[in-house]
């Protein structure tokens, strides 16, 4: 995508945000025994969402680097891992804040919060895996396994509400435990949020494209400079 | 000391090729000739197997300190000392499980034998995973011996299950930071998230085992195997491109 395609998705992906806002705060119902701060949920699980759908792209990503060692896959499993880790960060963020006044703490060691704080660490380490390994193939490489190994995390997050007893609220959109008004509000946010996270992934493609393509062109004037070819390791 | 770390795998690798035998005979032939050249090397220096016993005895007597044990409440902070010297522990060896490989340049020489990097793999985890359990061999009894908690057959088979989830993904992850800058900071960093599945449930069977409450022994037991098996495979699946990179 060109960066003019870019801005234009970016200044889309804001806007559609806004609507989302005016939904949760203009047009669905405050909620009967939380009261206003319930409004957390349609912004806190639409983005536990997206991260699901980064940690995919990462894993993915990751697949076909191994078995194709396609390079657009590397950079997209690469974007997928900041994006993800950003989602993660504000679904973990809107939990505390959420959690505070309905429990009485901002955390506790329930199933859902923990797998999710280790789902935060894994993904972390992830990033510090393309930051410590060799640029490039090697890096590519680990980072596959390391994203292949995390994303058995995922699924550990989503079902741990019922796997075990936890105090997270369990599945309301499909058990349809939530009125129509709320349910419209949490749709809208629902796909704004993914496209948000789309269009975030794509603008970290482009830069992480570019970054190859300037790292391409420097190491050869390196490699002139030293008058050697620099060994492995 | 490159030539001994070297010779068994490149024997083994070109004695099973001479006699031609099944792949899956080669593969073991290979694996048990690196995880028995690991296990003679730490047995001529000794370096790490004393070091973890008393690394774990270490641990003990920190918990001690930390947690203010008295007899009531043993049941419930034991299965926890268990699992975090157990954690520690395995952190070390693993990350020994490659270092002398990469202070000598030998991994690279035994990947460049025809032995599958797999195979290789699978004796280096083998052996990693056998010197964890000579450590364990140390620390059950010590911690039933200090804290006066009983020692069954379920707290032995969790630990000995569930260290060979850990061993798999430790030593991939070892084999991995063995390549990489800051590698003692990246292995925790990589494997304590990873590992927490068999804390989890490995912690639930000890505690259930020690009177500290919780239930469900045998589901434990069933779920570490079927982590085993998930981990195992993956990892089996992975290793060559963390190996032979």
Same mark, same amino acid.
């Given at each position: 995508?060109?960066?003019?395609?870019?801005?234009?998705?970016? *200044?889309?992906?804001?806007?559609?945000?806004?609507?989302?806002?005016?939904? $949760?705060?203009?047009?669905?119902? /405050?909620?009967?025994?939380?009261?206003?701060?319930?409004?957390?949920?349609?912004?806190? *699980?639409?983005?536990?969402?997206?991260?699901?759908?980064?940690?995919?792209?990462?894993?993915?990503?990751?697949?076909?680097?191994?078995?194709?060692?396609?390079?657009?896959?590397?950079?997209?499993?690469?974007?997928?891992?900041?994006?993800?880790?950003?989602?993660?960060?504000?679904?973990?963020?809107?939990?505390? $804040?959420?959690?505070?006044?309905?429990?009485?703490?901002?955390?506790?060691?329930?199933?859902?919060?923990?797998?999710?704080?280790?789902?935060?660490?894994?993904?972390?380490?992830?990033?510090?895996?393309?930051?410590?390994?060799?640029?490039?193939?090697?890096?590519?490489?680990?980072?596959?396994?390391?994203?292949?190994?995390?994303?058995?995390?995922?699924?550990?997050?989503?079902?741990?509400?019922?796997?075990?007893?936890?105090?997270?609220?369990?599945?309301?959109?499909?058990?349809?435990?939530?009125?129509?008004?709320?349910?419209?509000?949490?749709?809208?946010?629902?796909?704004? /949020?993914?496209?948000?996270?789309?269009?975030?992934?794509?603008?970290?493609?482009?830069?992480?494209?570019?970054?190859?393509?300037?790292?391409?062109?420097?190491?050869?004037?390196?490699?002139?400079?030293?008058?050697?070819?620099?060994?492995?390791? | 000391?490159?030539?001994?770390?070297?010779?068994?795998?490149?024997?083994?690798?070109?004695?099973?090729?001479?006699?031609?035998?099944?792949?899956?005979?080669?593969?073991?032939?290979?694996?048990?000739?690196?995880?028995?050249?690991?296990?003679?090397?730490?047995?001529?220096?000794?370096?790490?197997?004393?070091?973890?016993?008393?690394?774990?005895?270490?641990?003990?007597?920190?918990?001690?300190?930390?947690?203010?044990?008295?007899?009531?409440?043993?049941?419930?902070?034991?299965?926890?000392?268990?699992?975090?010297?157990?954690?520690?522990?395995?952190?070390?060896?693993?990350?020994?499980?490659?270092?002398?490989?990469?202070?000598?340049?030998?991994?690279?020489?035994?990947?460049?034998?025809?032995?599958?990097?797999?195979?290789?793999?699978?004796?280096?985890?083998?052996?990693?995973?056998?010197?964890?359990?000579?450590?364990?061999?140390?620390?059950?009894p010590a911690l039933a011996l200090f804290f006066n908690v009983p020692l069954s057959f379920a707290v032995v088979s969790a630990v000995l299950l569930a260290t060979v989830g850990m061993a798999v993904l430790g030593c991939l992850?070892?084999?991995?930071?063995?390549?990489?800058?800051?590698?003692?900071?990246?292995?925790?960093?990589? /494997?304590?998230?990873?590992? $927490?599945?068999?804390?989890?449930?490995?912690?639930?069977?000890?505690?259930?085992?020690?009177?500290?409450?919780?239930?469900?022994?045998?589901?434990?037991?069933?779920?570490?195997?079927?982590?085993?098996?998930?981990?195992?495979?993956? /990892?089996?699946?992975?290793?060559?491109?963390?190996?032979?990179?």
């Amino acid at each position: 995508m060109t960066d003019k395609r870019l801005e234009t998705a970016a *200044v889309g992906a804001v806007a559609l945000m806004l609507v989302a806002a005016g939904f $949760i705060f203009l047009y669905a119902p /405050t909620d009967a025994l939380q009261g206003p701060v319930q409004r957390i949920f349609y912004l806190h *699980v639409s983005s536990a969402i997206a991260a699901y759908g980064c940690f995919a792209v990462v894993l993915l990503g990751g697949i076909v680097y191994l078995w194709k060692e396609n390079a657009t896959a590397d950079r997209l499993a690469r974007a997928g891992a900041v994006v993800g880790l950003v989602f993660t960060t504000v679904t973990l963020v809107m939990g505390m $804040i959420w959690a505070k006044p309905i429990w009485g703490t901002f955390w506790t060691w329930d199933a859902r919060l923990t797998s999710t704080l280790v789902l935060w660490i894994i993904y972390a380490g992830y990033l510090m895996v393309r930051r410590l390994a060799e640029p490039g193939r090697q890096a590519a490489r680990f980072a596959a396994v390391v994203g292949i190994f995390g994303f058995i995390d995922v699924p550990v997050v989503h079902f741990s509400v019922t796997w075990w007893r936890t105090q997270h609220p369990g599945p309301v959109v499909i058990n349809d435990a939530l009125p129509p008004q709320m349910l419209v509000a949490f749709f809208i946010t629902m796909a704004s /949020t993914l496209f948000l996270a789309a269009v975030m992934i794509a603008i970290r493609y482009r830069i992480e494209l570019l970054t190859d393509q300037a790292a391409e062109r420097v190491v050869p004037a390196q490699v002139v400079a030293h008058g050697e070819v620099g060994t492995a390791r | 000391m490159l030539v001994v770390s070297l010779a068994p795998a490149a024997d083994a690798a070109k004695y099973a090729a001479d006699l031609g035998r099944g792949t899956l005979m080669r593969f073991a032939t290979i694996a048990l000739a690196v995880a028995r050249k690991d296990l003679m090397s730490e047995w001529r220096t000794r370096e790490l197997v004393p070091a973890l016993a008393q690394f774990v005895v270490l641990a003990l007597v920190i918990a001690n300190f930390g947690f203010q044990f008295d007899s009531r409440n043993a049941p419930a902070i034991a299965p926890g000392v268990l699992w975090m010297a157990l954690v520690f522990a395995g952190l070390v060896a693993f990350g020994r499980a490659f270092a002398a490989e990469r202070e000598q340049s030998s991994l690279d020489a035994m990947l460049l034998t025809p032995a599958s990097p797999a195979a290789i793999f699978t004796g280096k985890a083998l052996a990693a995973g056998l010197l964890l359990v000579v450590c364990e061999a140390v620390l059950l009894p010590a911690l039933a011996l200090f804290f006066n908690v009983p020692l069954s057959f379920a707290v032995v088979s969790a630990v000995l299950l569930a260290t060979v989830g850990m061993a798999v993904l430790g030593c991939l992850f070892a084999a991995m930071v063995a390549r990489v800058r800051a590698r003692e900071l990246l292995l925790p960093l990589l /494997t304590l998230p990873l590992w $927490i599945p068999f804390i989890v449930v490995g912690g639930q069977a000890v505690q259930a085992a020690m009177g500290g409450g919780g239930g469900g022994a045998s589901q434990a037991t069933g779920l570490l195997i079927d982590l085993d098996i998930l981990f195992v495979v993956l /990892t089996s699946l992975t290793a060559r491109f963390v190996l032979d990179d």
